[in-house]
């Protein structure tokens, strides 16, 4: 069966794709999307390391050189950090203000899970 351009999206991906494609192509998006549209974005492992932090969020926490938290654990970095509760409890917090210095941001923290469900960070 050949496939025309009817069978393709915007991004040149055929139409209903294999998942680990998508994810493939879908993953380096929704990293740009939240560094586009957040302040700050972080992520963890199971053991609450820092595992990506985007240069925003970084320079907002005064880190010069975002690959320096790379492997430190999240409270050495954020002492106020409540991600270590998401990842033990595997619970979202969709909303709740977070202190810094003088500022305060709303913030979410969503357990990361495999594709069999088990709690990645």
Not at 2 to 30: K, T, Y
Request: charged content about 25%.
């Amino acid at each position: 069966m050949a496939i025309s351009r009817d069978d393709l999206d915007q991004h040149g991906l055929i139409i209903g794709v294999s998942p680990e494609r998508f994810r493939a192509v879908a993953m380096p998006l929704l990293f740009d999307h939240l560094d586009a549209q957040c302040e700050g974005t972080i992520a963890v492992n199971r053991q609450a390391r820092i595992v990506w932090i985007n240069d925003k969020y970084a320079q907002k926490v005064g880190i010069r050189d975002p690959r320096s938290a790379l492997g430190k654990e999240v409270e050495e970095v954020l002492p106020a950090s409540r991600l270590r509760e998401v990842v033990e409890s595997g619970q979202p917090s969709m909303l709740d203000l977070m202190a810094f210095g003088d500022e305060h941001f709303v913030v979410t923290r969503i357990p990361l899970r495999d594709a069999d469900g088990t709690l990645v960070g």
